[in-house]
């Protein structure tokens, strides 16, 4: 096991209270999340193949339920990238501010950023009462296509929790923090070629 996977297995938020306890039990339900999903789309994927190549017959519903479990990964890891301060980021105006202007800005992004997350999630429930209006089912599995979609706005959800809560983290403690456990600043290693 990696020094990160045992950080995320150990995973104890910074905050207090229960902001500290939510933030902890919705990383430990991510983490939940991502390892089986992960582990259920390859062994999916696996098994189609084998079937494909042994037997000469796919697994029907096989490219369905990989696609309920990209939906279910990706909406689950942006939360997780938030987290862990992993989000692409453009920093070039960021790192020329000295520390008390990179706070400032950082609690800025962070409560924009939850706004924006926010503002998805309702507009995701919308389109998921839409979906629910029409009654479309997957070919299939038969499912109604609207349950697939429950993972975006529980991502964005997520997401915006997580990044309210590193404002929250960056206006209570004197570091400039990219996410609630996550200090702001460069690694200095080196690559080799």
Do not use: C
Request: proline letters at 3%.
């Amino acid at each position: 096991m990696t020094t990160e996977e045992e950080a995320e297995k150990n995973y104890r938020s910074g905050l207090p209270g229960i902001l500290g306890v939510i933030d902890t039990f919705i990383s430990k339900v991510e983490a939940a999340i991502l390892a089986l999903g992960v582990l259920l789309m390859a062994l999916n994927t696996v098994t189609n193949v084998v079937a494909r190549f042994v037997f000469g017959n796919s697994i029907m519903f096989s490219g369905e339920l990989n696609r309920i479990l990209i939906i279910m990964i990706t909406f689950a890891g942006i939360g997780y990238a938030a987290r862990h301060g992993r989000h692409i980021r453009m920093s070039a105006i960021y790192d020329a501010l000295p520390v008390g202007g990179r706070k400032v800005l950082m609690i800025f992004i962070a409560l924009f950023t939850s706004a924006v997350m926010f503002f998805l999630f309702y507009y995701s429930l919308v389109y998921i009462a839409d979906m629910y209006s029409k009654g479309r089912v997957l070919p299939s599995l038969r499912l109604p296509i609207w349950i697939i979609y429950i993972w975006v706005p529980l991502g964005f959800l997520v997401t915006g929790i997580q990044y309210l809560l590193t404002a929250v983290k960056n206006l209570t403690s004197r570091d400039v923090y990219l996410s609630t456990g996550v200090v702001d600043g460069y690694k200095d290693t080196e690559t080799e070629v």
